[in-house]
């Protein structure tokens, strides 16, 4: 599955990786469940849980997976500029839907 990175959502299987390409300053929020995330060259997983927000740092291959049932929203860097924005549910943006 190709993930368009200018939409603010996404969804999959826990079953399947998750690939986004070339995906710097591209945060990934998640909205409720657990998610894995790893980046090409960065020596560290990360365990994302609901809440919990991580901007990709680096250009290259990052993939993230579904550890169970979660939604989660991929930001451009110009829509994680204001958190309280974001968090309080812009109804001009597109809602989180299940990532699976």
Same mark, same amino acid.
């Given at each position: 599955?190709?993930?368009? &990175?200018?939409?603010?959502? !996404?969804?999959?299987?826990?079953?399947?990786? #998750?690939? $986004?390409?070339?995906?710097?300053?591209? +945060?990934?929020?998640?909205?409720?469940?657990?998610?894995?995330?790893?980046?090409?060259?960065?020596?560290?997983?990360?365990? &994302?849980?609901?809440?919990? !927000?991580?901007?990709?740092?680096?250009?290259? #291959?990052? $993939?993230?997976?579904a550890?169970?049932? +979660?939604?989660?929203?991929?930001?451009?860097?110009?829509?994680?500029?204001?958190?309280k924005?974001?968090?309080?549910?812009?109804?001009?943006?597109?809602?989180?839907?299940?990532?699976?």
């Amino acid at each position: 599955m190709k993930v368009d &990175l200018q939409s603010a959502s !996404t969804r999959s299987t826990p079953a399947i990786p #998750l690939p $986004l390409s070339d995906a710097q300053g591209v +945060a990934v929020m998640v909205m409720w469940g657990k998610v894995w995330l790893t980046q090409e060259g960065d020596i560290e997983d990360h365990v &994302l849980h609901a809440g919990d !927000t991580k901007r990709v740092d680096r250009n290259g #291959l990052t $993939l993230m997976q579904a550890l169970d049932e +979660a939604a989660v929203s991929i930001l451009r860097e110009s829509e994680t500029e204001s958190p309280k924005r974001v968090a309080s549910g812009d109804s001009q943006r597109t809602p989180p839907v299940p990532y699976y």
